[in-house]
Nanobody, 122 residues
Framework: QVQLVESGGGLVQAGGSLRLSCAASGRTFSSYAMGWFRQAPGKEREFVAAITRSGADTYYADSVKGRFTISRDNAKNTVYLQMDSLKPEDTGVYYC???????????????WGQGTQVTVSS
């Protein structure tokens, strides 16, 4: 069992930055790949970024590539999402998930956090 808790969301103006954190407890954090997803009102949850167990490889949705950076600190059992040059269309609830591999599909993820709200004003 893995428990995930996201933090760092908030209200920011377009062009600004936020750093999300996802703290894990329970089973060995480093045995899971981690991903970030987001869900806007009335829309399905969509892939944002993923990182392999060691952190050696990262993957991004085209819509965030070059603006967002996923990273992890296995000693702190935490995965991060640095979000720069934010746009209003980045608004949504951001979730972190744990999976056996760095996947882009929600059904590949076994554990989820409760989410943190990100709102980008224009």
């Amino acid at each position: 069992q893995v428990q995930l808790v996201e933090s760092g969301g908030g209200l920011v103006q377009a062009g600004g930055s936020l750093r999300l954190s996802c703290a894990a407890s329970g089973r060995t954090f480093s045995s899971y790949a981690m991903g970030w997803f987001r869900q806007a009102p009335g829309k399905e949850r969509e892939f944002v970024a993923a990182i392999t167990r060691s952190g050696a490889d990262t993957y991004y949705a085209d819509s965030v590539k070059g603006r967002f950076t996923i990273s992890r600190d296995n000693a702190k059992n935490t995965v991060y999402l640095q979000m720069d040059s934010l746009k209003p269309e980045d608004t949504g609830v951001y979730y972190c998930g744990a999976a056996d591999f760095a996947a882009r599909m929600t059904y590949e993820y076994e554990y989820w956090g409760q989410g943190t709200q990100v709102t980008v004003s224009s």
